[in-house]
């Protein structure tokens, strides 16, 4: 097996690692009860005096501070208890005196939500990718064990014109347990229309449906053409063409539960992008589509199409338009360190079901995310989420892929014959909600 990416993509601090805070996250406007756990006997709270020093990170310099006095645990641990003010992230420093002054142990840090977001939880997951059943390079069950092993919590094998690749892949791991959700997926590429759409959880599959009788989808995409009465050049039949297909292909994927996205719009090919300017504004502001695809799995040469999209976004929004958004890699390998683990989604969702996923990004509660290798990380979407997820990926996911990583690793064994694993990974199994639950408090 091929080990050329990062297992761990995101650097742990000594914070995440050697001590357990219980919450991290909390209710905003709240009275909430912490515990910081050394995890090694040598760290260790011994006797003393202690101080507990709590404040915003959006408001450090206008002295908003609470300063709590308190002694270790018995045990070893520190407790104590505090009002949480508004929805951000604060900063709790430990100190200690050493008989002159306190000096600073460590710094944790927690998060408060409103109560609409606290009931939520973040997942992490791609929705564009590939196998060798297109123009991948890997297995599809390799594929999913590869995700897992870098911390994905849902994704779908969406392999161009093929929707079997993903049927494969779940075949093996819906009879296995584990805490990745992986679901049905496909690139969709209707006769005749270069546009790309991803089928995310469709129950069936498009590309099937147009290639089983096309007589029928040419039939119900000129009737859906000759509905158009307001695109900027009426006179451009080809392009009228196109956004019907793309509309009868959307619908589709609708019918079957999936989710619907329109994909990478400024991808250059050749001596210009795909499709016109004039057809992506189109499509955007009609939202047939579910999702758009605002950062696509462009290599760094290729920066200036997720510029682009992010421009176009920016753009569509200010003329009042809400885009729902996500983030995909597109990759085509595992082990090529490339794309693969570069780029994603994280969606705040009830839980990670098809259909929690689906009305969260609906409802504009995703982001989509950049962590290209030697780089920092770059988030994109409404204001109030890209803090929160900025948080996720420094304070939250660290150890939550360090999770993932043992139960993708089993996951492989199992790709490749080795039953043997099946009861290791059921006794493994959430290993991750647990962790989750005690960043929650619960």
Same mark, same amino acid.
């Not at 805070?21 to 209710?27: A, D």
């Not at 005196?97 to 939520?120: H, M, T």
């Not at 695109?231 to 451009?236: A, E, Q």
């Not at 999209?309 to 996500?326: F, H, M, W």
């Given at each position: 097996?091929?080990?050329?990416?990062?297992?761990?993509?995101? #650097?742990?601090?000594?914070?995440?690692?050697?001590?357990?805070?219980?919450?991290?996250?909390?209710?905003?406007?709240?009275?909430?009860?912490?515990?910081?756990?050394?995890?090694?006997?040598?760290?260790?709270?011994?006797?003393?005096?202690?101080?507990?020093?709590?404040?915003?990170? *959006?408001?450090?310099?206008?002295?908003?501070?609470?300063?709590?006095?308190?002694?270790?645990?018995?045990? $070893?641990?520190?407790?104590?208890?505090?009002?949480?003010?508004?929805?951000?992230?604060?900063?709790?420093?430990?100190?200690?005196?050493? $008989?002159?002054?306190?000096?600073?142990? +460590?710094?944790?840090?927690?998060?408060?939500?409103?109560?609409?977001?606290?009931?939520?939880?973040?997942?992490?997951?791609?929705?564009?990718?590939?196998?060798?059943?297109?123009?991948?390079?890997?297995?599809?069950?390799?594929?999913?064990?590869?995700?897992?092993?870098?911390?994905?919590?849902?994704?779908?094998?969406?392999?161009?014109?093929?929707?079997?690749?993903?049927?494969?892949?779940? /075949?093996?791991?819906?009879?296995?347990?584990?805490?990745?959700?992986?679901?049905?997926?496909?690139?969709? =590429?209707?006769?005749?229309?270069?546009?790309?759409?991803?089928?995310?959880?469709?129950?069936?599959?498009?590309?099937?449906?147009?290639?089983?009788?096309?007589?029928?989808?040419?039939?119900?995409?000129?009737?859906? *053409?000759?509905?158009?009465?307001?695109?900027?050049?009426?006179?451009?039949?080809?392009?009228?063409?196109?956004?019907?297909?793309?509309?009868?292909?959307?619908?589709?994927?609708?019918?079957?539960?999936?989710?619907?996205?329109?994909?990478?719009?400024?991808?250059?090919?050749?001596?210009?992008?795909?499709?016109?300017?004039?057809?992506?504004?189109?499509?955007?502001?009609?939202?047939?589509?579910?999702?758009?695809?605002?950062? $696509?799995?462009?290599?760094? =040469?290729?920066?200036?199409? %997720?510029?682009?999209?992010?421009?176009?976004?920016?753009?569509?929004?200010?003329? $009042?338009?809400?885009?729902?958004?996500?983030?995909?890699?597109?990759?085509?390998?595992?082990?090529? %360190? /490339?794309?693969?683990?570069?780029?994603?989604?994280?969606?705040?969702?009830?839980?990670?079901?098809?259909?929690?996923?689906?009305?969260?990004?609906?409802?504009?509660? #995703?982001?989509?995310?950049?962590?290209? /290798?030697?780089?920092?990380?770059?988030?994109?979407?409404?204001?109030?989420?890209?803090?929160?997820?900025?948080?996720?990926?420094?304070?939250?996911?660290?150890?939550?892929?360090? =999770?993932? @990583?043992?139960?993708?690793?089993?996951?492989?064994?199992? @790709?490749?014959?080795?039953?043997?694993?099946?009861?290791?990974? +059921?006794?493994?199994?959430?290993?991750?909600?647990?962790?989750?639950? /005690?960043?929650?408090?619960?």
């Amino acid at each position: 097996m091929a080990e050329s990416y990062t297992a761990i993509k995101s #650097s742990i601090k000594k914070t995440q690692s050697h001590y357990k805070m219980m919450p991290k996250i909390v209710r905003s406007n709240a009275r909430a009860d912490f515990r910081i756990v050394p995890l090694y006997e040598k760290l260790k709270f011994g006797a003393g005096d202690y101080q507990i020093i709590i404040h915003p990170v *959006m408001q450090i310099f206008q002295g908003k501070q609470t300063v709590i006095e308190t002694k270790a645990n018995d045990d $070893g641990s520190i407790s104590f208890s505090v009002d949480i003010g508004d929805e951000q992230e604060y900063n709790v420093y430990l100190r200690k005196n050493n $008989g002159e002054n306190y000096v600073n142990i +460590e710094c944790f840090n927690i998060y408060a939500l409103n109560d609409d977001l606290y009931g939520r939880r973040p997942y992490r997951g791609d929705m564009h990718l590939h196998t060798y059943f297109s123009d991948g390079h890997e297995d599809p069950r390799y594929v999913v064990s590869s995700y897992r092993r870098v911390g994905f919590d849902f994704m779908a094998i969406t392999d161009h014109r093929a929707y079997a690749p993903s049927v494969y892949a779940k /075949e093996l791991y819906d009879n296995c347990k584990t805490d990745m959700a992986l679901y049905y997926g496909e690139e969709v =590429h209707p006769p005749e229309n270069p546009v790309h759409m991803v089928n995310f959880g469709g129950s069936f599959s498009v590309n099937e449906l147009i290639n089983n009788n096309k007589d029928n989808y040419y039939a119900e995409v000129r009737a859906i *053409m000759e509905t158009i009465t307001d695109y900027p050049d009426m006179s451009c039949e080809k392009e009228l063409y196109m956004y019907a297909s793309c509309k009868w292909v959307f619908e589709k994927i609708t019918e079957g539960g999936g989710i619907s996205i329109f994909c990478h719009p400024y991808w250059r090919v050749g001596d210009g992008y795909y499709i016109s300017d004039r057809l992506t504004e189109y499509i955007l502001k009609k939202k047939d589509f579910d999702a758009y695809e605002l950062i $696509g799995g462009y290599f760094k =040469h290729e920066v200036p199409s %997720n510029e682009l999209q992010l421009a176009k976004y920016n753009q569509v929004r200010s003329e $009042g338009y809400k885009l729902p958004i996500v983030g995909v890699s597109d990759s085509h390998g595992c082990d090529r %360190n /490339e794309l693969m683990n570069w780029y994603g989604t994280i969606v705040f969702a009830e839980s990670d079901s098809l259909e929690d996923i689906k009305a969260a990004i609906k409802d504009l509660k #995703s982001v989509a995310y950049e962590t290209v /290798e030697g780089e920092s990380p770059r988030v994109h979407g409404e204001f109030r989420y890209v803090a929160y997820a900025y948080y996720l990926l420094r304070e939250i996911f660290p150890i939550h892929d360090l =999770h993932c @990583s043992a139960e993708g690793a089993l996951m492989y064994r199992l @790709s490749i014959g080795d039953e043997t694993v099946r009861p290791i990974l +059921e006794a493994l199994s959430g290993t991750c909600r647990k962790y989750m639950d /005690e960043i929650w408090g619960q």
